[in-house]
């Protein structure tokens, strides 16, 4: 028997092929199922024209049979078949689609589409098999054909026996070598898992022992209201798309510009490296039913990172492997697309289902306000509507759209206060007098609330103020006059403690906001005590410093003492004024520059 050679370029293409185009071994049997697949869409279509064809479905079927003695795996199919000429033309020169020019020839309209159209992926098997063997008839053709390669070096094609339309691929299994094991591709779990994780969804029977392995329609294609919500759930499960439930799903089939099917999901909870460089975040991609990539990262925005599913679409350019794609328009398409319908679906039940979005809020808010704050406030716009914090009046996390509608008439910001805790919050002295006025204040407790809020700059044209501010813009704030004529009345004692405490604070004032305690520490420009506490908690400390102001609250009695200590006992006022800097600092959970000798001047006043 005469053996013929590869073409030339397919020599070359074949070795290529079988070293470089794919990274993973186990697609060779993806490529050989959805091959299988094609050939049986072909009888499909020309059942549709030709009335001697009967296409019945069920008896269609891809089979799949290891055998471990003789080290084969044959994928058997009932499929289209090839002649003798086919199998020269299409497996004899690669890179040639007969897949390709049968979509051209016949006008492939509904949802059998035809996967092939590189003319490439039978070729993968070479990656697992020494020699590959094709035992093939075509369909209306008398006799049947063997096609046999055992790679670069050739193929031969004789006439051979076999009784049914369909062809058989046998792969001759390679034997194991130090680096790597084949015999998985021998393991009947291990197919089966395969099978599962790329070709569940194709479209006819892939059977191993008689039993179907696929699940065949996919979910995703089905119509919503034929779909449960345990529907959903089991496929939330089946998928590991994460051990919890989701806490809602989102079902999605567009025509139009882009056409594409996805089923997403909001989980319950946090997965466990979340937060950490270790999470990947992406979506399955699906090209007309066929698993091409685990996770695309390219489907989700950063701030959306939490969402799981799939998306399957047939308008993707694939490149040869299928394994990454080709031009992206289309997938950022879809990949804008999703992010608005995420976006929707979150905003609806922020409004109709406020104790779930709550529960999501509290797993991934601080997702959301990251998305805020990064690629310098780009998305902002599209979130801030999805933001929520704690209120001092409501005790509860609100929207900012409820806290702008709550906000009496006169006042002019959006007042918020940073703290570790709410309950320390609560308790900071430089909520007095926003409080007093009745006005909400919004808790900032995660280290990112400040920076997003920052990028914000405002919501409903109503600034944000951090209560510790030094102007709070507060109308009338508290004898605003007052205040400072008791900052000039008293004007030499605060120089004098200003000048104790330089490089600590900028200056030393009257307090226009204390009410009921002696002492705080307010800021002056952009960076807030928070920002310095996070600021120099990175890596590389940034050594960025809040311009401190030490308010001390001139109705207090401690003021009295610091008046009397002025004028008769300087050593006392010294010593006053490093406590009560001290005590401003322990409030704002800051820490001491020296304990020791702040509890010796504690100890002092005791004695
Ligand atoms: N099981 C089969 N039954 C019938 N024809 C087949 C079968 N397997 C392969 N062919 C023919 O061989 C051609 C080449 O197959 P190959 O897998 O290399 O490329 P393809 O499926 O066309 O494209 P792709 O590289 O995108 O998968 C196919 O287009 C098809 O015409």
Redesign the pocket.
């Known amino acids: 028997m005469e053996k013929k050679q590869f073409q030339a370029e397919s020599k070359r293409l074949l070795e290529m092929m079988i070293n470089s185009i794919y990274t993973q071994k186990e697609i060779f049997l993806r490529?050989?199922i959805?091959?299988?697949s094609?050939?049986i869409d072909?009888i499909y279509y020309k059942a549709l024209t030709d009335d001697n064809l009967v296409f019945d479905k069920d008896s269609y079927a891809i089979k799949i049979t290891a055998d471990q003695q003789n080290r084969t795996l044959t994928?058997s199919?009932t499929?289209?078949?090839?002649t003798k000429e086919?199998?020269e033309?299409?497996?004899g020169v690669?890179?040639?689609?007969?897949?390709?020019?049968?979509k051209k020839e016949n006008e492939t309209k509904d949802d059998h589409t035809?996967?092939?159209?590189?003319?490439?992926?039978?070729?993968?098997a070479f990656m697992v098999a020494d020699v590959v063997t094709?035992i093939?008839k075509?369909l209306n053709s008398e006799g049947a054909y063997k096609w046999e390669s055992s790679g670069a070096d050739g193929y031969t094609i004789e006439p051979c026996e076999k009784d049914t339309v369909?062809?058989d691929?046998i792969l001759k299994i390679k034997e194991n070598t130090e680096e790597e094991s084949f015999d998985e591709f021998l393991d009947d779990y291990r197919l089966r898992s395969i099978i599962k994780k790329y070709s569940d969804f194709i479209r006819y029977p892939i059977k191993m022992d008689d039993e179907q392995i696929n699940s065949m329609v996919p979910i995703w294609k089905k119509n919503k209201n034929e779909l449960t919500p345990e529907d959903y759930e089991n496929f939330y499960t089946e998928k590991h798309y994460g051990f919890d439930k989701p806490l809602k799903h989102i079902h999605i089939s567009a025509d139009g510009a882009v056409s594409y099917q996805a089923i997403l999901y909001i989980p319950e909870s946090i997965p466990f490296d979340y937060y950490s460089r270790e999470y990947e975040k992406g979506l399955e991609l699906y090209s007309s039913g066929v698993l091409i990539m685990n996770k695309c990262g390219e489907l989700l925005p950063d701030y959306f990172s939490f969402v799981k599913g799939m998306v399957d679409s047939e308008s993707l350019s694939?490149n040869?492997s299928?394994e990454m794609l080709q031009h992206d328009r289309q997938l950022k398409l879809i990949a804008k697309n999703i992010a608005s319908k995420i976006k929707s679906q979150l905003k609806s039940m922020l409004q109709q289902e406020r104790e779930k979005y709550e529960q999501f809020y509290k797993s991934f808010g601080r997702q959301l306000k990251y998305g805020v704050y990064s690629d310098f406030g780009s998305h902002k716009d599209a979130l801030q509507d999805l933001l929520m914090f704690y209120s001092s009046k409501e005790k509860k996390l609100v929207t900012l759209e409820e806290y702008v509608a709550g906000m009496p008439e006169e006042q002019k910001y959006i007042y918020y206060a940073s703290g570790e805790s709410i309950e320390r919050i609560e308790k900071l002295p430089q909520t007095e007098l926003v409080a007093e006025k009745g006005y909400e204040i919004l808790y900032f407790t995660e280290d990112i609330d400040e920076f997003a809020i920052k990028m914000l700059q405002s919501y409903k044209e109503k600034e944000f103020k951090s209560v510790s501010s030094s102007d709070l813009g507060i109308e009338g704030e508290e004898n605003q006059s007052d205040a400072d004529a008791e900052n000039s009345e008293h004007q030499e004692l605060f120089a004098y403690m200003s000048n104790l405490l330089a490089g600590k604070v900028t200056k030393v004032k009257a307090s226009k906001r204390l009410k009921s305690h002696p002492v705080c520490l307010s800021t002056e420009g952009e960076v807030t005590i928070e920002m310095e506490k996070i600021l120099s908690a990175m890596p590389n400390n940034p050594n960025v410093k809040a311009n401190k102001v030490l308010e001390i609250n001139i109705q207090h009695d401690v003021f009295q003492s610091l008046k009397n200590a002025y004028e008769h006992d300087q050593g006392k006022l010294d010593l006053y004024t490093a406590l009560l800097y001290n005590q401003a600092l322990l409030i704002e959970g800051l820490p001491l520059q020296d304990p020791v000798e702040f509890t010796n001047d504690i100890c002092k006043i005791m004695v």
Do not use: C, P, W
């Open positions: 490529e050989l959805s091959n299988a094609d050939a072909k994928i199919d499929g289209i078949g090839m086919e199998l033309n299409h497996l690669i890179a040639k689609s007969g897949s390709l020019a049968f035809i996967i092939g159209q590189f003319g490439v992926g039978f070729y993968s094709v093939s075509a369909g062809t691929i694939l040869i299928r």
